[in-house]
């Protein structure tokens, strides 16, 4: 809670000083909104050697900070929607199964882009991304002969590392002023899990989504 606590204010001083920088001589800060979808992975499939992409969700707010003619930073606060799948098929005695298992981990995420801004409309980015577990849980979804189950399953989130950090690096591109693509990839350097005596287990996403400047 405390890392959360400092992430945030973190972010809201810089949210702050992008307000007294707005009549800077490089230009007024910017803050927008933006969402988009998460196609993510665990590295060690968390123990499941055949585990695969899930499809999530992230959604937030963001400050855009000029620093000089072509180069800003930007701050955000996001809730990303992490974790991985594994999906079996099957016949037995004549039956047809299919089983799906996801691993969902939500996570109050602060990235920080360094962006260099190619053209007005085309920049790169790349900075680090501190993340916030907030909720850990499974999904079990079975299907025998068209006839589907699905449970949920709280997960402890004592065996979770609380904190996790990662490198993005994306592009993003605005067809007007204030409406833009993104593209993301940010790659998880912690394991997720605490007391782990195996491979580490780290996060890995690619985003894509739009973003809308005020």
């Known amino acids: ?34 969402a988009g979808m998460n196609v993510s992975s665990l590295s060690d499939g968390a123990d499941l050697s ?17 620093l000089a003619s072509s180069f800003s930073l930007q701050p955000e606060v996001i809730y990303n929607d992490l974790g991985s799948k594994v999906t079996r098929e099957g016949n037995v005695l004549g039956n047809t199964y299919k089983a799906e298992y996801s691993r969902n981990l939500g ?9 260099y801004n190619a053209t007005p409309e085309f920049y790169l980015e790349a900075g680090p991304e501190f993340g916030f577990l907030v909720s850990a849980k499974d999904k079990m979804k079975s299907t025998v ?22 490198i993005g690096i994306g592009a993003g591109y605005y067809f007007i002023p204030n409406l833009g693509v993104t593209l993301r990839y940010t790659a998880g350097l912690t394991d ?23």
Not at 50 to 56: C, L, R, T
Not at 160 to 165: D, I, K, P
């Open 1 to 34: 809670m405390k890392k959360l606590i400092l992430g945030l204010a973190i972010t809201a001083g810089s949210l702050a000083f992008a307000q007294t920088t707005s009549t800077s001589s490089t230009g007024s800060a910017t803050f927008g909104i933006k």
């Open 50 to 66: 055949d585990s695969k992409s899930k499809i999530g969700f992230n959604a937030g707010v963001f400050a855009n900070i000029p």
């Open 107 to 115: 996570y109050i995420a602060v990235p920080v882009m360094f962006q």
């Open 145 to 166: 002969n068209n006839s589907s189950n699905t449970q949920f399953a709280s997960l402890n989130k004592n065996d979770f590392q609380t904190f996790n950090f990662g």
């Open 192 to 214: 997720i899990y605490k007391n782990n005596n195996g491979d580490s287990v780290k996060n890995n996403v690619f985003q894509v989504g739009l973003a809308y400047k005020f």
